[in-house]
């Protein structure tokens, strides 16, 4: 029951937005994921079943994320088109300069970011990686198994994701499935920064992504 909290099946309502994406109590939401996370890690060793955890950081999320696309997602969630529209009104046109050398450059458009200290950014990223999760795992053959009928394929919080898969080739495929659809809306996954966890494995080759090697540690620090 303690694990089953976080993932209640509940269905979204009448606009589709998961109810999650609405949570008010922040702090008691990231503690209630590190403390699923834990519970899996737990019961994997306990039954002695291999576990990877890939924990996904994005590259200035809050920078690259492209707003046509921002716009179209909303739509798919049912967000009414008036609403839509007031959101992207406080986008449109909207110009920057910038100095170099010196001197203040012409104005020119920008078409990617949201609006970094808006209160409203967090909940249209939220809403960004909830439809990445959901695009690139839809098949749900990759994740770990949650009920008798279902799999859990992440846990997440904003835009930090935890993939969860029972073997190294389901995991290398998730990857690639949630960098690819997180490209398609200007996201880009750090290389750098994302680390694998690895319990009970079977296969201990490294993960990579791009040509390059994530990498593989047995506990670190989240920021």
């Not at 290398?172 to 750090?190: D, E, F, P, R």
Request: hydrophobic share 40%; proline share 2%; net charge negative.
């Amino acid at each position: 029951m303690a694990v089953r909290k976080i993932k209640s099946w509940k269905a979204a309502g009448p606009d589709n937005i998961p109810a999650e994406a609405l949570k008010s109590d922040i702090e008691q939401s990231c503690t209630d994921r590190i403390a699923t996370l834990w519970i899996i890690v737990e019961q994997s060793v306990e039954w002695n079943s291999s576990l990877y955890i890939d924990v996904i950081d994005y590259e200035k999320e809050f920078d690259t994320v492209d707003r046509r696309t921002l716009w179209k997602i909303l739509r798919h969630y049912g967000v009414p088109e008036n609403i839509v529209n007031i959101i992207r009104n406080t986008y449109d046109g909207l110009q920057c300069k910038v100095v170099h050398g010196g001197q203040l450059t012409d104005a020119f458009q920008v078409r990617t970011e949201v609006k970094q200290g808006c209160l409203l950014s967090p909940f249209l990223l939220l809403l960004v990686v909830d439809w990445i999760m959901k695009t690139s795992t839809f098949d749900g053959k990759h994740g770990i198994q949650w009920t008798a009928q279902n799999q859990l394929d992440d846990l997440d919080f904003v835009d930090d994701l935890a993939l969860l898969s029972h073997t190294r080739e389901q995991m290398q495929i998730k990857t690639a499935n949630v960098a690819a659809v997180s490209a398609s809306v200007g996201l880009n996954i750090h290389k750098g920064k994302t680390r694998v966890l690895k319990f009970k494995a079977e296969n201990r080759n490294p993960f990579t992504h791009d040509g390059e090697t994530l990498e593989d540690v047995e506990s670190f620090t989240r920021l």
